[in-house]
């Protein structure tokens, strides 16, 4: 009994001693993909947020796990590709004025010059300052809408009413450029009146500067079954080429090669005018043909319109 209580401890220890190795070669083979995977996440770095984690390569019980972390890689890639566009697009627009008025005091201080001359490059000087300060607040507007960080204010707008509004304004520069401007159809939408002004008004703006001395703006809403109403702005004039259409609600994107500027503009109306939309939880599409180009609005209805 001595002998085998002695062969028994024996086993005992040398069958615990195997166990333990066995059960940390299982874990440490187990763990190993785990390893592999945090390997890989340490060595993404800003430059390398394109990397994505081998899912064929994990074992299915892991693989939901790095699905998981390849879509948070994708939504940091695009964050960070979309700011990193935000500060070139900001820098870019902000370099050209700022130099110019550098240039232009540099030159007024190079000698004297009279009370007269003084006033009007002060004059030009203040010009400068507001087409910065209009191109900085469009540029915090865009980026609170690209943070998710506007609320409209919710509020039953006549959408045919608004346009009228907005046409009086405009129909002085219609007027000198013998554009004929029209309206047909109604709308109710749900939505803030300043942000959807702000929208309409950035179209209708845009369609005046490049409709022809003669030409005509149409604004057309209509109610659709699936309680969508669209506001179409329809313009006369030279068509924007098929492959400036994707790009013409980028960031001071100008499709200058079809369409010369009659006055100078910013670059941000459109893509103010997409994130007001998106906010609203609408969308905006365009189209350009035979002489005919149509920026159309989709916006959540609010009660029935209809066609007049």
Request: hydrophobic share 45%.
């Amino acid at each position: 009994m001595g002998a085998f209580r002695q062969t028994l401890w024996v086993f005992m220890l040398l069958a615990t001693l195997a166990m333990g190795l066995l059960g940390w070669f299982v874990v440490r083979r187990g763990l190993a993909p785990l390893q592999t995977i945090k390997r890989q996440a340490a060595a993404i770095t800003a430059n390398r947020l394109h990397t994505r984690l081998p899912v064929e390569a994990i074992p299915l019980e892991l693989g939901d796990l790095a699905s998981t972390l390849n879509d948070m890689l994708s939504r940091l890639e695009e964050s960070f590709q979309r700011l990193s566009d935000f500060s070139s697009d900001l820098a870019h627009e902000l370099r050209t004025p700022v130099s110019n008025l550098l240039t232009q005091t540099q030159v007024t201080l190079s000698r004297a010059r009279s009370a007269d001359e003084y006033r009007d490059i002060l004059a030009s000087n203040a010009e400068e300052f507001e087409r910065l300060s209009r191109t900085i607040a469009d540029m915090l507007f865009l980026a609170k809408a690209e943070n998710k960080q506007l609320i409209p204010h919710q509020e039953r707008l006549e959408l045919a009413d608004e346009v009228a509004e907005l046409m009086e304004f405009y129909g002085l520069l219609a007027e000198e450029k013998e554009i004929r401007l029209s309206v047909v159809g109604h709308g109710t939408v749900s939505g803030d009146r300043l942000m959807l002004r702000r929208a309409i008004s950035n179209l209708l703006s845009n369609a005046l500067r490049y409709t022809p001395v003669g030409g005509t703006v149409t604004v057309a809403i209509e109610m659709h079954r699936d309680e969508v109403v669209q506001l179409a702005v329809e313009n006369t004039g030279p068509s924007i080429p098929a492959e400036h259409l994707p790009r013409l609600f980028d960031r001071f994107y100008r499709a200058d090669s079809s369409r010369q500027r009659t006055t100078e503009g910013s670059g941000l109306g459109l893509a103010i005018t997409r994130s007001i939309l998106a906010a609203h939880g609408g969308d905006i599409t365009v189209s350009s043909t035979e002489g005919m180009t149509k920026f159309t609005l989709s916006l959540p209805a609010g009660v029935e319109s209809q066609i007049a």
